[in-house]
């Protein structure tokens, strides 16, 4: 089902109060790095090299479990026994990517995080990632699959890229199975009864650089950034062939790093955090 029809209609039945999402499906996530929260959208400066983090997993809303359908016999969901598919970026520059996808779950095959331009798995039956209880099977709305990188390119345009799903299941393989409370011994799985599938996408909102001292990209203004705009502060002209490339030192446009330049790096260095 289209999520974002479905989310506006969840939105629609509890009006702005907070409720609980009823459903299931694929959950995507998003943070700028690992000592932030996992959120659904985060924006990132639009400088080339920029890497934003996220991830991937399956849950189920712990207040509305799915009926889950196995011969031990109906049950609702405990835990995500396995997903299969692809998951894909919309509204990729040239040349951004993903990098250093690595699955967390602990079973899996390599095609599941198989990178091809924006796309991470295949539409194959072995592009999937599980896991096994082997012993009682413990209550795990969530799910993680997969964690990784988007790593921005040389575009500086703002943009808006969306981490979703390409393709899921295949044939008649379903995208998504969950372990039965029904089953406790045999700890069967099925796909989920209901079609309420909800998959949360998360967005990065690129956007115009607010930050330009902060010379190593990590979104501070600190000691680091000050030994690289020192280093091109003795070097001066932007023409030099040891200055690094582009000449990120040269916070006004004029051609060199001095004084000028100075003055402005020192305000960003003493606010410390990025806007």
């Not at 809303?61 to 026994?81: E, Q, W």
């Not at 250093?100 to 039956?125: C, E, F, H, K, Y």
């Not at 446009?253 to 960003?268: P, R, T």
């Amino acid at each position: 089902m289209n999520s974002r029809l479905a989310i506006a209609g969840i939105f629609t039945a509890c009006g702005l109060a907070s409720c609980a999402l009823a459903g299931w499906g694929l959950k995507f996530e998003v943070r700028r790095n690992s000592s932030d929260p996992w959120t659904s959208s985060v924006n990132a400066r639009a400088v080339p090299g920029k890497i934003i983090q996220f991830r991937f997993g399956g849950y189920f809303d712990v207040d509305s479990p799915p009926a889950i359908v196995t011969p031990d016999g109906t049950g609702t969901a405990r835990a995500m026994n396995r997903f299969t598919g692809s998951n894909q970026a919309t509204g990729f520059a040239a040349d951004d990517v993903f990098q250093n996808v690595q699955r967390t779950i602990p079973s899996g095959n390599p095609a599941l995080v198989q990178i091809l331009g924006a796309t991470i798995g295949t539409g194959a039956i072995n592009s999937f990632g599980s896991q096994l209880f082997l012993s009682s099977v413990p209550l795990e709305p969530y799910k993680e699959v997969y964690i990784g990188e988007v790593k921005l390119g040389s575009d500086t345009t703002p943009r808006t890229i969306t981490i979703k799903n390409k393709t899921y299941g295949t044939g008649n393989t379903k995208g998504l199975t969950f372990y039965n409370s029904a089953s406790p011994v045999n700890n069967q799985s099925a796909g989920p009864l209901s079609n309420d599938r909800v998959d949360l996408e998360a967005m990065i909102n690129v956007l115009e650089d607010p930050c330009p001292p902060d010379l190593n990209i990590d979104d501070y203004v600190d000691d680091a950034d000050f030994v690289l705009f020192a280093g091109a502060y003795g070097l001066l002209s932007c023409a030099d062939p040891a200055m690094p490339a582009g000449c990120p030192s040269d916070l006004n446009s004029d051609d060199v790093v001095d004084d000028m330049d100075f003055q402005v790096f020192a305000i960003a260095y003493d606010a410390l955090v990025c806007p």
